[in-house]
């Protein structure tokens, strides 16, 4: 088949350097002409800067997906294959989300996907790796805004429901006042046992029995 144009999406991913919670990676087609100065690597932005680009990225966007991968299949798989996994999760999310919508059904496009970072995936899709991407264009800035936002809206709820550990505040990284929350309570359900700074406390007694029934999210 012949395509007669061919769609640019942006990849890139949320949280894997976090004591707890998921990695969050996310996919997203941009209309050709946008424009948009604002959008930038989502870690130079501000929390308010990022939730008003997110708002505006998903009115606009042509397709995107948002997919997480929890901290139970991190440990099982490590944080690198996990990455992996959701970087796929997400371009294969996006694909279905096109091949749904009835404008790129009558007239089918080819997608190239550009994804921050440097790791080689194992996938039939068209796909560039970037080194810093995320700073570079704007495509894969939008992803990254799409997955910081989704990641840290699901820590805030993750937060809820295991309190003590401050998850809003830190989002799952190893800041003094989480890892001083672990030494206490021991670890949560949704913390990385095989990471430093968790693995130490895995045994200790804690409050904390809930089990975490959240693996993999998709939204898009």
Do not use: W
Request: aromatic share 6%; proline share 5%.
């Amino acid at each position: 088949m012949k395509y007669p144009q061919i769609l640019i999406a942006g990849v890139d991913e949320a949280g894997c350097g976090p004591l707890a919670g998921p990695v969050t990676a996310a996919s997203v087609v941009l209309p050709p002409c946008y424009v948009n100065a604002k959008i930038a690597d989502s870690k130079s932005l501000s929390a308010r800067q990022r939730e008003i680009l997110y708002s505006e990225i998903v009115e606009v966007a042509l397709a995107y997906s948002v997919v997480s991968v929890g901290s139970r299949r991190i440990d099982r798989i490590n944080i690198r294959e996990s990455t992996r996994l959701a970087h796929r999760l997400a371009m294969h999310r996006l694909l279905l989300t096109l091949q749904r919508s009835g404008s790129f059904t009558r007239n089918p496009v080819a997608v190239h996907f550009l994804i921050d970072g440097h790791l080689p995936l194992e996938t039939t899709a068209s796909y560039e790796t970037i080194i810093k991407g995320d700073s570079k264009l704007l495509v894969i800035g939008a992803a990254s805004i799409l997955a910081k936002v989704t990641r840290d809206r699901l820590m805030t709820v993750l937060d809820k429901h295991y309190p003590g550990y401050g998850f809003t505040k830190h989002k799952g990284y190893g800041t003094r006042l989480h890892l001083e929350s672990i030494a206490a309570c021991g670890p949560s359900p949704v913390h990385r046992r095989t990471f430093a700074g968790v693995k130490e406390f895995v045994g200790s007694s804690g409050s904390h029995i809930r089990t975490d029934t959240t693996d993999i999210r998709e939204k898009g």
